[in-house]
């Protein structure tokens, strides 16, 4: 939201509505408000895009989270990305046979590489739907597919640890949410191998966080009572 203008766009929106009080965040907050509040622990969105709050009582950290051109993994963009390419490079020859084309192929309905412009002119979002390609190949023991999620799950343990080192905890709560923990059995696993055993546990937030917003709304809302009451 912050990185393409989206927040400032939305404040402006939101304020033609004349509320007595409004604020727009991101997920990462109300993600924190159901899990963590104001304590310890880490944040993680792992969806289109991927992005981390390492928390510490009232000192938080962003640390990954910016956005397509500089991250190098663990979203459905950079996993969907890798198997599109993947795709190509078996189709020019500078990479294996992979399962992943076939597999993007018969959800387009086209060969890849006729499909260049689409992927192109649909952007971000469009190509973080073939993430699901990617999966289903790993599931099925494809070479060029284990690579790929292998080295996306590296680069979301490599924040995670960074986190836990903001926090500096031997051991530290990490709650994820986001699309990509559909396949949450296969991510957890990988990254308590790539983990240092025993620094983290791993919680999946069954909650949608708009219910944090909720949250946050009523809390805030009661303090402006309370405040104008106070005056």
Known sequence: GSIDGNYQAIADFLKKFGFAHFRNGSDLENIKELSIRNEKGIIAIMGTGFSTYAVNGSRQKRIGGWGQFFDKGGCGYNIGRDGIYAAFCEIDGS???TMIRELIEKQI???????LSVFYKKGKRYIALFCKEVFEAYKQGDSAAIEIVRDNLKEVARILEAG????????VNVFFAGSLLNDNEIIFGLLNEFLEKGKFTLNKLDTEPVFG???IAKRESAEIAQNAKAQ
């Open 95 to 97: 990479g294996p046979k």
């Open 213 to 215: 917003a909720l949250q």
């Open 164 to 171: 836990r080192q903001f926090i500096g905890e031997d051991k």
């Open 109 to 115: 309905n086209t060969a890849v590489d006729e499909h």
